[in-house]
């Protein structure tokens, strides 16, 4: 079955008000009516306000970077998933390995904030991915099987058809030391595989998997030919609006 192509941008705790809405309109200008490929950015909170603004009535749409899965309340330093929506965002990322590994987002507390999301209406970008010493200890299925099933256990697959997975080996995000074409493909076609399995084959078939770590304009084009790969998750590459431009393009190219 034909995917849709689906591109984002992480902008991660990168930039300030004045270079955040520079690259906005710079993304804007290229990718504003960009047909072929959905494209998102994920600002930090405190730019989603003017970024949107930025991006209204563009073919461009924004997400969040993470959410606290509460509707209101004493949770210092937290942002809601209504809050999210009350700001324009349409997406959020679920899980990314920062929020695993720095921060401590454990399995059932990533589970919980893709729960949240889907009931307010927020598109999710479920991220998954093994560490390197996992890799080498061959245990990455082990590890993405486990991250799939607690975070997609009690869902069906009506009430996921909005949802985006991000396949990311830990090992390749920041470091410049891209999975090759073989191995994304390898993890991807495994993940799909596994859907297959607790999902039943439609949704395996429909769903669509991102590539990320260490994506550039340059690499982009062999991911993205690979049959199970259906977009990228970018991190560093997405704060220059001509490499973003050149992923969003690859499949193409
Ligand atoms: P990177 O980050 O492209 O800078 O490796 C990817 C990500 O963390 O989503």
Known sequence: MARSV????NWKMHLELDSAVALA?????RLGSQRGAEVIVFPPFPFLVPVAERLRE?????????????AKGAFTGAVSASMLRSVGCEWVLIGHSERRHV????????????TVAMAEGLKPVLCVGERLEERQA???????GRQLDTA????????LASLVIAYEPVWAIGTGQVATPAQAQEA??????????????????????QYGGSVKGSNAAGLLSQPDI???LVGGASLQADDFAAIVRARAA
């Not at 689906?6 to 941008?9: A, S």
């Not at 309109?25 to 200008?29: A, I, L, T």
């Not at 921060?103 to 893709?114: N, S």
């Not at 061959?138 to 993405?144: A, C, D, P, Q």
């Open 188 to 209: 991807h076609a495994w993940i799909r595989d596994h859907l297959r399995g607790t999902h039943g084959a439609a949704f395996a078939d429909a769903v669509r998997i």
């Open 152 to 159: 997609l256990a009690g869902h069906t697959a009506a009430a």
């Open 58 to 70: 563009s073919r461009v749409a924004i997400g969040a970077q993470d959410l606290w899965p509460e």
């Open 6 to 9: 689906v591109v984002g941008g």
């Open 138 to 144: 061959g245990r990455t299925f082990e590890v993405l």
């Open 103 to 114: 921060f401590g987002d454990d399995d059932a507390l990533v589970a919980r904030k893709l």
């Open 230 to 232: 259906d977009g990228a």
């Open 25 to 29: 309109s710079d993304v804007r200008n």
